[in-house]
């Protein structure tokens, strides 16, 4: 399956991301992997991201839609992949529906994962982070550290990321709402979006996203 996942900020995009393409047996492809996968290995396009990068732009659409056709263009993906934050905005969903085309295939489904916005703010305001490891994660709510501000793991002191406050989590949704939640009415125009639940264990999403994906594929 050639699938496309959409979701706001804190829908667990790249969780869910990396167990569905486990399940299908398909590459996962995030925008992120891509742009650290090439200016590591020193592409043209990575060295042209990177230029942008470094002078506080942003990469230019035509930039990532290349990097991410020659990704698709690789053996693993010959039969099937998960794009996971792309396309971002409707252009580069146009350039995607294009690029498709001129290799003969197209999409099977755009998955879009489902959240109310007051649930996004108190997944990702009430993260905390461990200043000794980044990889010890707490929440306030979900899971607590047995005292508060100190890890659990190695006694760190937690602390909130600049980035995961309430006023920044709300202006990521915005940009979201702006630039990126377009692209669903561009696929439900093309019969493509199913869209889940995204609150539940990771597991219950999982279970609902396969469940969704192989009905579609079926009708």
Excluded at 32 to 60: C, H
Excluded at 118 to 133: F, K, L, Q, S, T
Excluded at 197 to 203: C, D, N, P, R
């Amino acid at each position: 399956m050639r699938i496309v996942l959409v979701g706001p900020p804190g829908a667990g995009k790249g969780t869910q991301a990396a167990f569905l393409a486990k399940n299908l047996s398909i590459p996962h492809i995030s925008t992120g992997d891509l742009f650290r996968a090439n200016i590591s290995q020193g592409t043209e396009l990575g060295k042209q991201a990177k230029s942008y990068m470094d002078a506080g732009n942003l990469v230019p659409d035509e930039v990532t839609i290349a990097m991410a056709r020659d990704r698709m263009s690789r053996p693993d993906a010959e039969k099937g992949f998960l794009l996971d934050g792309f396309p971002r905005n409707v252009s580069q969903a146009e350039a995607l529906d294009k690029a498709l085309a001129a290799d003969g295939v197209k999409l099977d489904a755009v998955l879009d994962l489902e959240i109310p916005e007051d649930e996004v703010v108190r997944r990702i305001a009430g993260r905390r982070i461990c200043r000794n490891d980044s990889a010890h994660v707490f929440h306030v709510a979900n899971q607590p550290p047995k005292t508060e501000g100190v890890c659990d793991i190695c006694g760190g002191e937690l602390y909130q990321r600049d980035d995961d406050s309430e006023e920044t989590v709300r202006r990521r949704l915005e940009v979201y709402h702006t630039q990126t939640e377009p692209i669903i009415d561009h696929y439900k125009a093309q019969g493509l979006v199913v869209t889940i639940s995204a609150l539940g264990t990771v597991t219950e999403v999982t279970d609902r996203a396969m469940e969704a994906l192989r009905s579609d594929e079926a009708a």
